[in-house]
């Protein structure tokens, strides 16, 4: 089992930032790859970040690449999704997942088992 908390979730001007950040307890969270992922009012989820348990590979939806980097801190069991240069189609619920079926690609949701309850970005224009 893997639990998981989202926060940093605000209402931002366009153009601004924000970073989100994901904790984790209960597995070994050092050794599973994480995901971000966001839904918009009356819009399926979609994918937006995903790093591996190392933190040597990421990927990036190409809504969000050069504006939103992903990380993690594997001592404060802990990823963080960084937003740069906010757009308001970047509003949506944000949620961060733990994968654990490696043999789908990081960007499909269903390759993702445990998820958090999300947190909420706004970004007015």
């Known amino acids: 089992q893997v639990q998981l908390v989202e926060s940093g979730g605000a209402l931002v001007q366009a153009g601004g930032s924000l970073r989100l950040s994901c904790a984790a307890s209960?597995?070994?969270?050092?050794?599973?790859?994480m995901g971000w992922f966001r839904q918009a009012p009356g819009k399926e989820r979609e994918f937006v970040a995903a790093?591996?348990?190392?933190?040597?590979?990421?990927y990036f939806a190409d809504s969000v690449k050069g504006r939103f980097t992903i990380s993690r801190d594997n001592a404060k069991n802990t990823v963080y999704l960084q937003m740069n240069s906010l757009k308001p189609e970047d509003t949506a619920n944000y949620y961060c997942a733990a994968r654990d079926r490696i043999e789908l690609r990081p960007i499909q949701s269903d390759s993702y088992r445990y998820w958090g309850q999300g947190t909420q970005v706004t970004v007015s224009s």
């Open positions: 209960g597995r070994t969270f050092s050794s599973v790859d």
């Open positions: 790093i591996s348990w190392s933190g040597g590979s990421t």
